[in-house]
Nanobody, 117 residues
């Protein structure tokens, strides 16, 4: 399984970005849970959003109401729509995947940088 993120970049506060994570090697995408994590320099990795195989989602309190996670199983792609971006959202963003239920994600992408300033 390989995960490849894209869509990162630099944006001003209040702006928007949409991250994508395309997967290969997942034969039953409907059985997978997927998530977005982020890590800023000097800080611990934070789980930002999760989408489960039943379509249910959950978010970190810091992004609720601003970020939306979704996935297109036909395209094997996970998305993270990020609105009302704040400087505190600056981080490397990673997507992760594993069969549900997830105890510890085993598949990770290489990350895409988001800078808000």
């Amino acid at each position: 399984v390989q995960l490849v993120e894209s869509g990162g970049g630099s944006v001003q506060p209040g702006g928007s970005l949409r991250l994508s994570c395309t997967s290969t090697g997942i034969t039953r995408s409907s059985a997978y849970c997927m998530a977005w994590f982020r890590q800023a320099p000097g800080k611990e990795r934070e789980k930002v959003a999760t989408i489960r195989n039943d379509g249910s989602t959950s978010y970190a309190d810091s992004v609720k109401g601003r970020f939306t996670i979704s996935k297109d199983n036909a395209k094997n792609t996970l998305y993270l729509q990020m609105n009302s971006l704040e400087p505190e959202d600056t981080a490397m963003y990673y997507c992760a995947a594993d069969l549900c239920p997830v105890y510890e994600y085993i598949y990770w992408g290489q990350g895409t940088q988001v800078t808000v300033s």
